[in-house]
C-alpha cells in the first residue's frame, strides 16, 4: 500500500507565501515524477509543476518565477514553494507521484488527499 499526505495548505493574504509538502510512504520501490496539481471551483484539475527523479522541473506558464518545485529523494518527499501568490491561485492543491510498489513490474500514479489553499485578495 502507497500513500501520499499533504500538508501546508492554508489562508495567505495576496502576495503572500506558503510551503506546501507531500510525503509518500507504503511499500516503495522507486519514485519517478512527482508534480502539483490544484483545482478550483467549477475547473478542471490542471497540472502547476513536476520534478523527475532527476529533478528536472516543468511549470505551467500562470506560475512560472513565483512558484518552486523541489525534492528530497531521501525523503521520499515533494515540495511546492508558493510566492507572489494572486486570489487566483485559489485552489485545493494535489500532489501527484508515479511510484513502483515492491514487486510491480511497472509504476502507478497515486494520489494525495488535496490541501486547500485560499489567497485573499
Known amino acids: 500500500q502507497v500513500q501520499l499526505v499533504e500538508s501546508g495548505g492554508g489562508l495567505v493574504q495576496a502576495g503572500g507565501s506558503l510551503r506546501l509538502s507531500c510525503a509518500a510512504s507504503g511499500s516503495i520501490s522507486s519514485i519517478n515524477v512527482m508534480g502539483w496539481y490544484r483545482q478550483a471551483p467549477g475547473k478542471q484539475r490542471e497540472l502547476v509543476a513536476i520534478?523527475?527523479?532527476?529533478?528536472?522541473?516543468n511549470y505551467a506558464d500562470s506560475v512560472k518565477g513565483r512558484f518552486t518545485i523541489s525534492r528530497d529523494n531521501a525523503k521520499n518527499t515533494v515540495y511546492l514553494q508558493m510566492n507572489s501568490l494572486k486570489p487566483e491561485d485559489t485552489a485545493v492543491y494535489y500532489c501527484a507521484a508515479d511510484i513502483r510498489r515492491i514487486g510491480a513490474r511497472l509504476p502507478s500514479r497515486y494520489w494525495g488527499q488535496g490541501t486547500q489553499v485560499t489567497v485573499s485578495s
Open positions: 520534478i523527475s527523479s532527476g529533478s528536472n522541473t
